[in-house]
């Protein structure tokens, strides 16, 4: 047997942190690695495998495509992107498509969108507000717009015309807004950041505020969209509507794929030979997308995922009442973190993989939960009994 950790040491750039396990095959909530060994995976590829690994219908999908036609260039039409564009419209508050391949690719077309769009009406406004600790990628100008000091500062100087205001804060966007302000570009819930959640009736101000001043509103629904948060979008649950919304993540259930939407008025700026990419819409990629979008429409996952949640929460609740060390459960839907009154994330995470539980230390003193949404009960409890387990031992172990 090759040693993979040896050779991928050997040959792969080292800027990943990856956990010592060599995945070969899932189905549904479970992985296997070269060993054999079991896993319950509730990290979900980064909440990108919204119906499991190996779900039947995707895998369908994938594989009568490749059959037929994998890559054509967007310099002719293909059915599967036409379709899926269309089921996105009818399915969102917003009128257009425009696909990429990624969820930072899709943050670099809504911001090249909302400059046009302020170049062509706005006397050439160009300046983003987005949130301290917020995470929109990490090209150039997704990290311009990326909130957090330690990814940026290397790579300066970045894409100018972004100011960062702390979350939760409108007195802050207020005050950043001057004449030069084209957009406000956010999460609807801070993924990356360890699962921060908007005060209540935040969301609606910022709407307020973008329509009084004429901004648009950006929403990065990169990890929240696709049923993440127990509604096909994060911003029904706010009673608000976006400009722009940027999509990545679950869209094609685990296929490369990023997409914006927005609406008819500011679509309509992006004109021929503004933007493209030779991947993005790609047959492969939008029949997968398809595929995973009719079945979550269909089948309503969302609302199985809302469901899912709250048997999640309630164990993670138990678990805050019943082990000193946990202090906070948070999130919604199928993103949920829970605090640690330690630096002691990276220990449970290990101590949960070595009793077959894959999580994420989204922080040092965070752990996430992101497995797929249509997860079952049974699966919630064997994860709860082992992450307990690993974090009554942990903390018994590391003092605060
Ligand atoms: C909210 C958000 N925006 C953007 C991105 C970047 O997406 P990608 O890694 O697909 O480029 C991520 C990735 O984690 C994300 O969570």
């Known amino acids: 047997m090759p040693d993979w950790v040896a050779d991928e040491q050997r040959y792969v750039f080292q800027n990943y942190g990856r956990q010592p396990v060599v995945i070969e095959r899932g189905a549904g909530a479970r992985a296997w690695d070269t060993d054999g060994n079991e896993y319950l995976d509730f990290v ?11 779900h039947p219908v995707v895998a369908e999908a994938v594989a009568e495509q490749a059959k037929k036609l994998i890559h054509t260039s967007n310099l002719y039409y293909t059915t599967p992107m036409i379709e899926l564009a269309k089921l996105l419209v009818e399915n969102s508050c917003l009128d257009r498509v425009f696909f990429c391949n990624s969820g930072t690719e899709a943050i670099e077309a809504a911001i090249k969108l909302a400059r046009r769009w302020g170049h062509d009406t706005r006397d050439g406004a160009y300046g983003v507000i987005a949130f301290n600790d917020g995470f929109h990628g990490r090209s150039m100008g997704a990290l311009a717009a990326t909130g957090t000091e330690r990814y940026r500062a290397p790579f300066a100087p970045l894409a100018p015309g972004f100011t960062h205001v702390n979350w939760n804060d409108m007195a802050a966007v207020k005050a950043a807004t001057d004449a ?17 959640m908007p005060d209540p009736g935040f969301f609606k101000e910022l709407r307020a505020w973008c329509d009084e ?15 993440r948060t127990g509604t096909l979008w994060a911003y029904q649950q706010e009673d608000i509507e976006p400009d722009i919304m940027c999509l990545a993540k679950g869209l094609a259930g ?13 679509a309509a700026h992006l004109v021929k030979g ?3 990419t030779t991947f993005g819409a790609s047959p492969l990629a939008t029949a997968a997308g398809l595929a995973t979008m009719r079945y979550l429409i269909d ?29 906070e459960v948070r999130g919604r839907g199928m993103l949920l973190a829970i605090s640690l009154d330690r630096d002691c994330s990276a220990e ?29 009960g049974d699966e919630i409890d064997r994860a709860c009994d082992i992450l307990e387990e690993a974090i009554k031992m942990v903390t018994a172990e590391i003092p605060k």
């Open 254 to 266: 685990g296929v490369p794929i990023g997409a914006i939407l927005a609406r008819e008025e500011i």
């Open 180 to 196: 030069n302000t084209v957009a406000v570009l956010i999460e609807p819930i801070q993924g990356e950041a360890g699962v921060n």
């Open 213 to 227: 001043k004429g901004l648009l509103l950006i929403l990065d629904e990169i990890q929240t969209g696709i049923g």
């Open 299 to 327: 089948n309503d996952v969302p609302a199985q995922a809302m469901k899912a949640s709250e048997h999640l929460q309630a164990r993670l609740r138990a678990m805050e009442d019943s082990i000193p060390a946990v202090t």
């Open 44 to 54: 979900g590829g980064l909440a990108v495998n919204a119906l499991g690994h190996a």
């Open 348 to 376: 449970i995470i290990d101590e949960c993989r070595q009793r077959g539980l894959l999580v994420n230390n989204v922080r040092p003193n965070a752990i996430r939960f992101m497995p797929p949404l249509n997860v079952t």
């Open 274 to 276: 503004d933007h493209g």
